[in-house]
Nanobody
Framework: QVQLVESGGGLVQAGGSLRLSCAASGNIFSLNAMGWYRQAPGKQRELVATLTSGGRINYADSVKGRFTISRDNAKNTVYLQMNSLKPEDTAVYYC?????????WGQGTLVTVSS
C-alpha cells in the first residue's frame, strides 16, 4: 500500500506562484518515479512533470521554464514549484508515484489562477 498526501493548492492571481508538496509513505521501497499530473474541467488528465529515481526530469512543454519539480529523498516528498502562473494552469493537480511499475495517485489538490 502506498499513500500520497498532497498539499499547497489554492487561489492565486495570474503571475503569482505556488508550491505543491506530495509526501509518499507506505510500501515505497522500490519507488521508480514521482511526478505531477493535472486535470482541468472538461479535459483529460495530462502530465505536468516527472522525476525518476535516477534524476531524469520531464516537463510538459506548456510549463517549461515556469515550473520546477524537485524531491527530498529523506522525506520521500516531491515538490512542484509553480511560477508565472496563468489562468490556463487552473486544474486539479495530482501526485503520481510509480512503485515497482504500479501507478499510485494522490487525492488531488485544486489550483485556481485568476486573471
Amino acid at each position: 500500500q502506498v499513500q500520497l498526501v498532497e498539499s499547497g493548492g489554492g487561489l492565486v492571481q495570474a503571475g503569482g506562484s505556488l508550491r505543491l508538496s506530495c509526501a509518499a509513505s507506505g510500501n515505497i521501497f522500490s519507488l521508480n518515479a514521482m511526478g505531477w499530473y493535472r486535470q482541468a474541467p472538461g479535459k483529460q488528465r495530462e502530465l505536468v512533470a516527472t522525476l525518476t529515481s535516477g534524476g531524469r526530469i520531464n516537463y510538459a512543454d506548456s510549463v517549461k521554464g515556469r515550473f520546477t519539480i524537485s524531491r527530498d529523498n529523506a522525506k520521500n516528498t516531491v515538490y512542484l514549484q509553480m511560477n508565472s502562473l496563468k489562468p490556463e494552469d487552473t486544474a486539479v493537480y495530482y501526485c503520481n508515484a510509480l512503485v515497482m511499475n504500479v501507478e499510485h495517485w494522490g487525492q488531488g489538490t485544486l489550483v485556481t489562477v485568476s486573471s
